[in-house]
């Protein structure tokens, strides 16, 4: 069992930046960051294969932020730049038992509690 710990969130204004990092407590696989704001849906934002070779984002998102990790110390993160209001949600990390990355929440075996982003117009 892969436990996945979020941090980075917190307030601020459109145009900003913030960094989410997802600890996880054992090796991993393919990793990835959904969002889910009030009232909508859980939304893809990001993945990224175990190699680190292969990243595919949402459309929304494209251009403004960037996945990355590092495996030596179990970790993925996500920048985010040029933060808009809509992209206010909780943000979750989650993890694969599969080395390729998907969009696909339900492709996914754990998952952290999320932390919550609030961008300020």
């Known amino acids: 069992q892969v436990q996945l710990v979020e941090s980075g969130g917190g307030l601020v204004q459109a145009g900003g930046s913030l960094r989410l990092s997802c600890a996880a407590s054992?090796?991993?696989?393919?990793m990835g960051w959904f969002r889910q704001a009030p009232g909508k849906e859980r939304e893809f934002v990001a993945t990224?294969?175990?190699?680190?070779?292969?990243?595919y984002y949402a459309d929304s998102v494209k251009g403004r932020f960037t996945i990355s990790r590092d495996n030596a110390k179990n970790a993925v993160n996500l920048q985010m730049n040029s933060l808009k209001p809509e992209d206010t949600a909780i943000y979750y990390c989650?993890?694969?038992?599969?080395?390729?990355?998907?969009?696909?929440?339900?492709?996914?075996?754990?998952w952290g509690l999320g932390t919550q982003v609030t961008v300020s117009s």
């Open positions: 989650a993890a694969r038992k599969l080395a390729r990355g998907s969009f696909r929440w339900d492709e996914y075996d754990y």
């Open positions: 990224i294969s175990r190699s680190a070779t292969s990243t």
């Open positions: 054992g090796s991993i696989n393919a």
